[in-house]
Each structure stands twice: as structure tokens, then as C-alpha cells.
């Protein structure tokens, strides 16, 4: 059992910043890769962030040069630090945690935290 809870979530104006946080309960949070993904009003969820348990970052182009991923194994917790948002990049936010045994991968979602760029 992995529960997630992502935090940090809120209203903002475009060119504003947030910080979201992927709390995970598991002790193990060190062996497990970390995503963050969005869901917008009518689209799919994609990617915005991946980080390995070694500490690899790979960001999809919407986020490259606005957006950090990083984690903190002793607190069992990600983060996503979003700087100079966008109108576009409001969506729900979901914090994936993916453990692979041999070829085979296991995911936790949490569920979600909203966040809104708007004037």
C-alpha cells in the first residue's frame, strides 16, 4: 500500500509561482521513480515531470526552464516548483510513484491538487 497526497495546489496570476508537494507514506519512497502529470478541463493527462530514484530529471517541453522537479528521500516527499505560469498550465496535478520489479511496473496515484493561472 503507497498513498500519495499532493499539496499546493491554488489560484495564481499568470507569471506567478507554486510549489507542489508529493507527501508518500511508503518507507521505501527512496526506490520508487516519481512523476507529476496534469489533466486540464477536456484534454488527457500528460507529463510534466519525471525523477529517478538515482535523482535523473527528464521535464516535458512544457515545463523545460519553468519547472523543477526534485524529491527529499528522508521526507518521503517530491516537489514540483512551477515558476512563471501560464494560463495553459491550468490543471489538476497528480503525483505518480513507479516501482519496477524486473519488466514489470507498479504505479500509485494521489489525487490531485488544483491549480489555476488566471487574471
Known amino acids: 500500500q503507497v498513498q500519495l497526497v499532493e499539496s499546493g495546489g491554488d489560484f495564481v496570476q499568470p507569471g506567478g509561482s507554486l510549489r507542489l508537494s508529493c507527501a508518500a507514506s511508503?518507507?521505501?519512497?527512496?526506490?520508487?521513480?516519481v512523476g507529476w502529470y496534469r489533466q486540464a478541463p477536456g484534454k488527457r493527462r500528460e507529463l510534466v515531470a519525471q525523477i529517478t530514484s538515482g535523482g535523473r530529471v527528464n521535464y516535458a517541453d512544457s515545463g523545460k526552464g519553468r519547472f523543477t522537479i526534485s524529491r527529499d528521500n528522508a521526507k518521503n516527499t517530491a516537489y514540483l516548483q512551477m515558476n512563471s505560469l501560464k494560463p495553459e498550465d491550468t490543471a489538476v496535478y497528480y503525483c505518480n510513484a513507479r516501482r519496477w520489479i524486473r519488466f514489470s511496473s507498479y504505479d500509485y496515484w494521489g489525487q490531485g491538487t488544483k491549480v489555476t493561472v488566471s487574471t
Open positions: 511508503v518507507s521505501i519512497f527512496s526506490s520508487y521513480n
